[in-house]
């Protein structure tokens, strides 16, 4: 069975600049997760995904962050304009309707200078 | 609010020197508690969910209980290729919360 992918794997960026971030989850997998995770800490969900309806966005920065999960599958999730908090590592996980556990995807490491 | 604190942040091992590693949470309505394995550079990696008080899991050296309160990651004779950091999460609904997890080392 294939993982949840992400691309790219890394990314720097000036700040104020614009980036976005793509995922494929599991085939199947209704259930799509965006996670923030800052160096030294656990993650932290940004976005929750059930098809292509919002279920969980109460922590997502909305003045610069969206998401979106056209036709149910795959997700992007972009910055604009990126802060120099930002820099952190961005995990997508996908979780199919018999599973209890979440899968995750390498992640992409976001680096804002 | 779900809380969840990991504890000890860091913890260096011998090995073959076995510990346990610490996960207090407060959830209201508990679906279940998650430990993943997170190397560097990778996606946290799925190891055990727990959904009530007394149950117990098991996968090689590793052994994950579970009571009202907390829950502790026990690893026996450990090895290096053990060192990873270690996040515990709980879910309420469909929502996960993790931990910051406890950053493990074990030397040869």
């Known amino acids: 069975e294939a993982g949840v992918a992400q691309s790219p794997r890394y990314k720097i960026i000036e700040k104020r600049q614009s980036v976005a971030f793509w995922c494929n989850p599991i085939?199947?997998?209704?259930?799509l997760y965006w996670y923030q995770q800052i160096l030294g800490q656990g993650p932290k969900l940004l976005i929750q995904?059930?098809?292509?309806?919002?279920?969980?966005d109460s922590q997502l920065p909305k003045d610069r962050f969206s998401a979106e999960r056209l036709k149910g599958v795959d997700s992007t999730l972009k910055i604009q304009p990126a802060k120099l908090e930002d820099s952190a590592v961005y995990l997508c996980?996908?979780?199919?309707?018999?599973?209890?556990?979440?899968?995750f995807g390498q992640g992409t490491r976001l680096t804002v200078v | 609010e779900d809380q969840v604190t990991q504890s000890p942040e860091a913890l260096r091992l011998q090995e073959g020197e076995s510990s346990s590693l610490n996960c207090s949470y407060t959830?209201?309505?508990?679906?279940?508690l998650f430990w993943y394995r997170q190397d560097p550079g990778k996606g946290p990696e799925f190891l055990f969910t727990?959904?009530?008080a007394g149950e117990e899991k098991e996968k090689e050296r590793l052994k994950a209980t579970l009571t009202k309160k907390e829950s502790f990651l026990h690893i026996t004779a450990p090895k290096p290729e053990d060192s990873a950091t270690y996040l515990c999460?709980?879910?309420?609904?469909?929502?996960?919360?993790f931990g910051k997890g406890t950053m493990l080392l074990v030397s040869p």
């Open positions: 996980a996908s979780r199919g309707t018999l599973n209890t556990e979440a899968f």
């Open positions: 085939s199947g997998h209704a259930t």
């Open positions: 995904f059930q098809n292509n309806g919002v279920v969980d």
């Open positions: 959830v209201s309505g508990l679906r279940g």
């Open positions: 727990l959904y009530s």
């Open positions: 999460a709980v879910r309420r609904d469909s929502t996960l919360t």
